[in-house]
């Protein structure tokens, strides 16, 4: 079945330093894929989203570019800083569904130290 | 600006209980859906929903019910809830095309004692 795999748990980091969180998935149509992003007592929401036609999508300073062939969407920033600290969530609406079903990954704890 | 409504904010029920969990949404979106969080296993999807009247098994279904009467409102049922059951469930909507956003709600805590 559809799946969206996130390995990394939790990722530690010092500000100004690089980031890079892996996401790969699974389904059998061309998918539209997300980052979302998760503050402490909040709801997610939308970081940025990428569709198979533009290949990379980018948001307040991150990066995520969509490779058919590894079927991989990381997510990458040049230089994080504290408040870049929660979870993010990568995730995936499919064709089979109709685009209807949006299927998240495990999620990634972020914590930045100053 | 996207408004998802849950209610209760947190709730507290004992083991055998019925639990209703609801939601709203003032967007006109046509789909809805119901995630739980939990640690290690991040945002699971139990039902979702496309339109008035319609409901979906997601990824994890067993032991949830939902109802989706009007475009707005769409509920979680557990019939006879379970400590298993405890968790953090999230509430959300979005339209149907494939790269629209979906907007969350701010969750609801669940203890079944």
């Known amino acids: 079945g559809d799946s969206v795999i996130q390995m990394q748990g939790q990722v530690t980091l010092s500000e100004n330093d690089f980031l890079f969180i892996n996401c790969t998935y699974s389904?059998?149509?061309?998918?539209?894929l997300f980052w979302y992003v998760q503050y402490s007592g909040e709801g997610p929401q939308l970081l940025l989203q990428?569709?198979?036609?533009?290949n990379k999508g980018s948001s307040r300073g991150f990066e995520a570019t969509y490779d058919k062939g590894t079927t991989s969407f990381h997510l990458q920033k040049t230089s994080v800083q504290e408040i870049d600290s929660a979870v993010y969530y990568c995730?995936?609406?499919?064709?089979?569904?109709?685009?209807?079903?949006?299927?998240f990954g495990k999620g990634t704890v972020l914590l930045v130290s100053p | 600006e996207a408004a998802v409504t849950q209610s209760p904010r947190n709730k507290v029920a004992v083991t055998g209980g019925k639990v209703t969990l609801s939601c709203n949404q003032t967007?006109?979106?046509?789909?809805m859906y119901w995630y739980r969080q939990d640690t290690g296993h991040g945002l699971r999807l139990i039902h979702y929903?496309?339109?008035?009247?319609?409901?979906e098994k997601g990824d994890i279904p067993d032991g949830y019910k939902a109802s989706r009467p009007s475009q707005e409102n769409f509920s979680l049922i557990l019939e006879l809830a379970t400590p298993s059951q405890t968790s953090v469930y999230f509430c959300?909507?979005?339209?149907?095309?494939?790269?629209?956003?979906?907007?969350f709600g701010k969750g609801t805590r669940l203890t079944v004692v």
């Open positions: 929903s496309y339109g008035a009247g319609s409901t």
């Open positions: 995730a995936m609406r499919d064709y089979d569904s109709g685009y209807n079903k949006l299927t």
């Open positions: 389904t059998t149509g061309y998918p539209t």
């Open positions: 959300a909507s979005g339209d149907a095309q494939a790269n629209t956003e979906v907007f």
């Open positions: 967007n006109n979106h046509n789909n």
């Open positions: 990428v569709t198979t036609a533009n």
